[in-house]
């Protein structure tokens, strides 16, 4: 698994709260496909982050009934 920094998410989540899919930090740009992607590379990093710390993230999850 990639090895992320929190500024890469702190830079991520700025552009993605401006709506804006091109993300430049340490020098670099990235340009992502549209907000969908970057939500998902979102969740990657927080996943990354939160492993290299030891925690974990939580889980949800949705019960389902079906009456026969």
Not at 10 to 19: N, Q, T, V
Not at 38 to 51: F, G, P, S, V
Request: charged share 25%.
């Amino acid at each position: 698994m990639a090895r992320f920094t929190q500024a890469q998410l702190d830079a991520i989540k700025r552009a993605y709260a401006s709506g804006v899919t091109e993300v430049s930090y340490d020098g670099k740009t990235t340009k992502y496909r549209s907000l969908n992607e970057m939500r998902q590379i979102i969740a990657t990093i927080e996943a990354d982050l939160a492993a290299q710390g030891g925690k974990k993230l939580p889980i949800a999850g949705f019960a389902s009934y079906r009456r026969s």
